[in-house]
């Protein structure tokens, strides 16, 4: 599986991750269309770290990847941007071991950076944020309308190609 730097929009990816990304949004579009249960997260664990979990982007993120079969945990956020070198990198290892991938919602740059280093698991920064970029590309690319089901799709099939499975 790739280990994809997910940024805060898709056109920053490489070609090669892009293409990642496009042929698991094809599958899961393909297995939607056909009614097809699709749950190839099925038994991995993500934490969505946010203060409020109830906000619309933590539900797109929670409902994109439990639709997946991701256990999402909600788990305040313990560090910003005073924490120490050794405090993140602990908070860090932790996500490593409990996680297989975490949502960052609101941390700033500098932070979401620091944590990143600290683990090997994908740590995203408003990955459901930025989902009206990343579908803007994809209406480009399939001349798809926008709609809440691409958003969702485009979101999981950023979720499928960067947890491993």
């Known amino acids: ?93 932790m996500l490593g071991l409990l996680y297989d991938a975490a949502e960052c919602k609101g941390m700033p740059q500098d932070l979401l950076r620091r944590v990143r280093k600290g683990t090997d698991i994908p740590i995203y920064g408003d990955l459901s944020s930025s989902s009206r970029c990343q579908t803007a590309l994809l209406n480009k690319r399939f001349h798809a309308d926008w709609s809440e089901e691409s958003q969702r799709l485009i979101l999981q099939a950023m979720l499928v190609s960067t947890i491993d499975h």
Request: proline fraction near 3%; include cysteine.
């Open 1 to 93: 599986m790739s280990q994809l730097i997910v940024t805060s929009s898709l056109p920053d990816l490489s070609l090669g991750d892009e293409e990642l990304v496009f042929g698991n949004f094809r599958l899961l579009r393909d297995a939607a269309t056909a009614g097809r249960t699709c749950t190839p997260l099925s038994g991995k664990r993500v934490a969505l770290l946010c203060e409020d979990e109830t906000t619309p982007e933590a539900v797109v993120f929670r409902y994109a990847a439990e639709g997946l079969g991701a256990y999402v945990a909600n788990v305040r956020l313990s560090v910003c941007e005073q924490s120490t070198d050794e405090f993140v990198r602990d908070f860090s290892r």
